[in-house]
């Protein structure tokens, strides 16, 4: 069966583009996409010779999601592929002219349902006061709600990366869905005994640099442990709003905290593997695929209680949900965890690998080729 897969863009690789490079390569699919780097990807260990670009768009927002949207509006590939997966809440148009299909959702659209407010409160003012303020953008996100609803029709079928976008496909979309969690490549992670004395002297957080992910927080918590040294892996797209975030992360960064724009795989895992813990503090996550990456590693975790933190993190046995996050409770579970790992360094690292591998490739795998053949 040839199948193929649509996904905004792949410029910036985080969870979502990553999954879309296992699924293409357990299912030897095509991507189709808009803006490409291959040099990130093929860094990654995954080829690029099954990725086309349908044509390059503009790096800042609107302009960006406009014209991914149009031009997989417009994409017609019927007869040329037996099954179509849309792997992308603006690539969601391509199944106007694409079927059998099946939407695997990371989120509806975040600008305009769920995160709506925050981006116009918060962004809008920030970036783009000047062409594009907060009375545009209400009439834009009026104007895209009723796109993305009327495209809606041309989906056959729902599935979501986590119960909490599941939530929000019903809420806000009004259809049922099945869940079936993203990939995580659990073979390719593996443990180092942070008392060794190699490593294990750092605690690590990999996320993109923009606002909803709150990396200014966990920056401000770390200014309170100054005794422990954070790293972050937090890679940005060049479109304005990113970069006026990761500016101000630079500007407020404690001297115990390194920021790593890109490292390959390999450095990756291994950060993984050699970390005393993991934190991440992204607001009402989708799913959250780097704590699971984290727990794999055998390393314990802390996060919000919210979002799809909740459906992989045990608390209290990988990890610590913290409610009603803020830099101060950041702050005291960071010291709380270390303390426990420092006197017990194994004491997670069972319950977290075996709950990692509930997460497993495989069984996204064999999920997903079920969902496929319901509708062939």
């Known amino acids: 069966m040839k199948v193929a897969i649509f996904h905004n863009y792949m410029d910036n690789i985080g969870g979502a583009e990553l ?4 699924m293409a390569r357990e299912l030897s699919a095509d991507i189709y996409t808009t803006n490409i780097n291959k040099e990130k990807i093929q860094k990654m260990g995954f080829k690029t010779d099954n990725i086309f670009s349908i044509g390059k768009i503009p790096i800042n927002a609107p302009f960006k999601q406009e014209f991914a949207y149009w031009k997989f509006r417009s994409l017609n590939l019927r007869n040329k592929y037996d099954f179509y997966i849309i792997a992308g809440d603006w690539a969601m148009s391509g199944a106007v002219h694409n079927k059998p299909n099946l939407w695997y959702v990371y989120s509806p659209i975040r600008e305009l349902y769920d995160l ?3 981006i116009r409160e918060q962004i809008v003012p920030s970036v783009y006061l000047k062409n594009f303020n907060k009375y545009i953008f209400d009439a834009w996100v009026l104007y895209r709600k009723f796109l993305n609803k009327r495209d809606l029709q041309y989906v056959q079928k729902i599935a ?3 119960e909490n976008v ?4 019903k809420k806000y979309l009004n259809r049922n869905s099945e869940v079936i969690y993203p990939p995580t490549e659990i073979r390719n992670y593996y443990y180092k005994n942070p ?3 190699s490593g294990g002297d750092f605690w690590l957080s990999v996320n993109r640099l923009i606002g909803h992910k709150r990396v200014d927080m966990q920056l401000k918590a770390f200014a309170k442990v100054p005794e422990e040294k954070l790293i972050i892996v937090g890679s940005y797209e060049n479109s304005k709003h990113f970069k006026a975030y990761a500016e101000y992360c630079q500007k407020i960064k404690p001297k115990n905290v390194d920021i790593l724009s890109w490292v390959s795989e390999k450095e990756l895992i291994d950060l993984y593997a ?3 813990g993991f934190l991440t503090t992204a607001i009402d996550e989708d799913y959250g695929m780097t704590p699971v990456e ?4 055998g390393k314990p975790v802390i996060t919000p209680s919210e979002g799809g933190y909740k459906e992989t993190i045990i608390n209290g046995k990988t990890g610590i949900l913290i409610d009603n996050i803020d830099e101060n409770k950041l702050a005291e579970a960071v010291k709380k965890l270390g303390r426990e790992i420092e006197n017990n360094p194994l004491k997670y690292k069972n319950d977290c690998q075996e709950q990692a591998k509930k997460f497993d490739t495989s069984i996204f795998i064999e999920k997903i080729k079920e969902s496929i053949k319901k509708l062939s």
Not at 19 to 22: A, G, K, N, S
Not at 166 to 169: A, F, H, L, S
Not at 294 to 297: D, L
Request: hydrophobic share 30%; charged share 20%; aromatic share 4%.
């Open 195 to 197: 008392s060794t004395g």
């Open 160 to 162: 979501c990366i986590s």
């Open 116 to 118: 709506n407010k925050y």
């Open 294 to 297: 984290a727990m794999a590693s």
């Open 274 to 276: 050699n970390c005393k």
């Open 19 to 22: 999954t879309d490079l296992i």
């Open 166 to 169: 599941k939530n929000r496909v």
